[in-house]
């Protein structure tokens, strides 16, 4: 083994020492710190991601990842803006979870603290080096970071501004921690430093995700892929429908909440198809349907391709759609429990019994009726910038952030007491 990541993991532990015991006020002034370093090296940064796109356009990469890739200068204030608002949000260590006086007078506290060491396993989102780094430092952990080598120009110029403005708050710069190797092998060398990573946060592809949980040794927060579906009900109004589909699947296609596939009840199929057909045709929207999708396509002269088993379970993240007919709220569910990947559905319906039944009996994260799928964000739930959506059910779900980077321990204080 090449011993980057443990070279870089021991650095990032030193570091998580100082900052774990850092004050509020030092780690706020980081943060901002940090916002205006971005500002005021926008065009360093702007300059090693254009190195990353002219890469990636010659690799043929598709629109929706060069979307996640491409900087601008309304990104990077974005991103500066964000760590200002991290700044606003209370801060998540210290509090006092429970305090209680045992039978034997002893008084106990049990109080949130950092986890210490967090590492970040990404793919083409040079957005997620500040954000987890914004996190991180706000919550009072240090961090390893490997991008992927689509984003690894723009990873490492970021990761350079970040730790500039850390030094110059009087923080360890290796509080932030961005391995500039692009090797595979320093990546699985990452994930066996048990001793030194308190856990593991892997953003990108279901290759990515399966790769890091089948292979790390550290405990890893799954955030999973995205094959979000919207299930038009019987009772839908699809004035509201037609313009929500739109929404969750083109506003962004290349994001982990975008509509990938849509579920219509036969028994409106004919009525809902046309309208929805044609406006999905002019979004340029490829559409992948089953026979009956297929023929009310065909009279409209809308080209639809017909649909395979793996369509249902594919997150496309491109300008692409699945659409299925289903005998009613039965077989949405069993379809969608079957083929999703625990993120983000949606049910459209008038009919609120049918609207909670999906609700409650549908396995993923967030649940939406009449409403899109867009709205799984860090951001949108009030959680200020999110380190990952996570399609577990431990140790968090969802959209998480800070409070999902604490753990707590108990302090107890004696007068001397011994046990019997």
């Given at each position: 083994m090449?011993?980057?990541?443990?070279?870089?993991?021991?650095?990032?532990?030193?570091?998580?020492?100082?900052?774990?015991?850092?004050?509020?006020e030092v780690r706020n002034e980081a943060l901002f710190a940090m916002a205006a370093a971005l500002r005021a090296e926008r065009a360093f940064i702007l300059e090693a991601n254009e190195r990353d796109m002219n890469a990636a356009r010659e690799a043929g990469t598709k629109e929706g990842l060069l979307d996640r890739l491409m900087l601008d200068d309304a990104?990077?204030?974005?991103?500066a803006a964000s760590l200002e608002s991290l700044a606003a949000l209370g801060d998540p260590t210290g509090a006092v979870l429970e305090e209680r006086t045992l039978y034997n007078d002893l008084k106990l506290t049990r109080v949130s603290v950092p986890l210490g060491v967090v590492a970040m396993v990404y793919e083409a989102r040079p957005n997620v080096t500040v954000d987890a780094a914004g996190i991180c430092v706000k919550s009072g952990n240090a961090c390893v970071l490997r991008s992927g080598s689509l984003a690894i120009h723009s990873a490492v110029a970021l990761g350079e501004v970040l730790q500039?403005?850390?030094?110059?708050?009087?923080?360890?710069?290796?509080?932030?921690?961005?391995i500039d190797s692009t090797d595979r092998s320093v990546t699985d060398e990452l994930f066996l430093l048990r001793d030194l990573v308190d856990v593991l946060i892997p953003r990108g592809g279901a290759g990515l995700i399966r790769h890091c949980v089948e292979h790390s040794l550290i405990p890893v927060i799954e955030t999973g892929t995205g094959n979000c579906h919207i299930y038009i009900h019987e009772s839908a109004d699809l004035a509201k429908a037609y313009p929500i589909v739109l929404n969750a699947k083109t506003q962004r296609v290349g994001?982990?909440?975008?509509?990938?596939?849509?579920?219509?009840?036969?028994?409106?199929?004919?009525?809902?198809l046309p309208e929805l057909l044609r406006q999905l045709a002019a979004a340029k929207v490829r559409i992948h349907g089953d026979e009956v999708v297929g023929e009310v396509a065909a009279k409209l002269d809308i080209p639809v391709e017909a649909a395979t088993e793996e369509d249902w379970g594919t997150e496309y993240l491109d300008y692409e759609i699945s659409i299925k007919c289903v005998e009613g709220l039965e077989e949405a569910i069993a379809h969608i429990n079957r083929f999703g990947t625990k993120h983000s559905e949606a049910i459209l319906a008038e009919d609120e019994a049918a609207a909670h039944t999906f609700a409650r009996r549908v396995d993923a994260a967030a649940v939406y009726i009449n409403a899109s799928t867009r709205f799984t964000d860090g951001g949108e739930f009030g959680l200020g910038a999110e380190i990952g959506i996570?399609?577990?059910k431990l140790h968090v779900r969802g959209p998480f952030a800070l409070e999902a980077l604490t753990t707590y321990k108990y302090i107890i204080e004696g007068e001397g007491q011994v046990r019997a």
């Open positions: 090449s011993g980057i990541a443990r070279t870089a993991a021991e650095a990032a532990k030193r570091a998580s020492e100082v900052l774990g015991v850092a004050s509020e990104r990077v204030e974005a991103m500039g403005a850390l030094s110059q708050v009087g923080l360890p710069k290796d509080c932030v921690v961005v994001v982990c909440n975008a509509c990938e596939s849509v579920l219509v009840d036969r028994s409106i199929a004919r009525a809902c996570s399609t577990q």
